[in-house]
C-alpha cells in the first residue's frame, strides 16, 4: 500500500510538539546531508523544504504517516520527523545553540521516538560531529540507523567497498547502512519496508 502522508506540525519550541502517541521515525545528521529530500522521497512528496544552503531545516518537523504492514497488512499510524541539522558554522551562536537545544530536547525527551536514522554523507563517511552524535545516542540508548545519502556521486562499482570500509571503519547502526540517493531514488524502496518492520515491530511489543 502506497504511503498516506501529511504535514502534521512544525514546531519551533517543546511546547509546539504533538502529543505523543504513534510511534516516531526521527531523521538526524548534519546540516546539508540530504535529510529533508529523503523525507520527500520516502513521503512521495515535497512537503518537506530543501535547501542548496545548509541550514534550510530549522524546525522540528512531524509528518503523519499511514500504511499497511505485514502479512495481514493492518494499517499502522506513525511519524516521520525531520529534524534541523547540526555543523552549520555561518549561523550565529545562540541561533545555534537555540536549534540544537530543540534537538537534543526532542531526542532526549521524546517517549514515542523508537529509532533515529543518523544520514551521513555517502562520499565522506562519519566526521567529527557525527562520532560524537553517534556516542550522545548510544549514551542515551537511542536505537540508531545509519543511512548514507548522495549515492548518486559515488559510481555504482564503487558503492559496496564504500560501504564495507565504513562499517569496518566501526559505526553504530541496528542494522546494515542503507545506501540511499533522494535524486535517484535508490535505496527508497528498501528504506520504507525497513521503517514498516520497525514500526511493526514496535506497535506489537505495545500490544503484548
Ligand atoms: N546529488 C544529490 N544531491 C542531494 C541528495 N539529497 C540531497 N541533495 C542536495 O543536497 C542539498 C541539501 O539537501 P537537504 O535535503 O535540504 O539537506 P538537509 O539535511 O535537510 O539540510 P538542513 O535542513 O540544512 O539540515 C540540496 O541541494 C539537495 O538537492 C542526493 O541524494 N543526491
Ligand atoms: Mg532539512
Known sequence: MPWKVSLEATSFNVP??????????????????????????????????VGATPGKTRSVNFYAVKCATGASKRERSFRLVDLPGYGYASRSRTERREWSQLTSAYVEGRKSLILVCHLVDFRHGLLGNDRLLQDWLDQRRRPVMVLFTKADKITGSKRRGTLQQYVRDGLKSVDVPIVTSGEERCGIDELKRFIEARVDASMQEQAE
Open 16 to 49: 509546539q510538539f504533538p502529543a505523543e502517541g504513534v510511534p516516531e521515525i526521527a531523521m538526524a545528521g548534519r546540516s546539508n546531508v540530504g535529510k529533508s529530500t529523503l523525507v520527500n522521497a520516502l513521503l512521495g512528496a515535497k512537503l518537506a523544504h
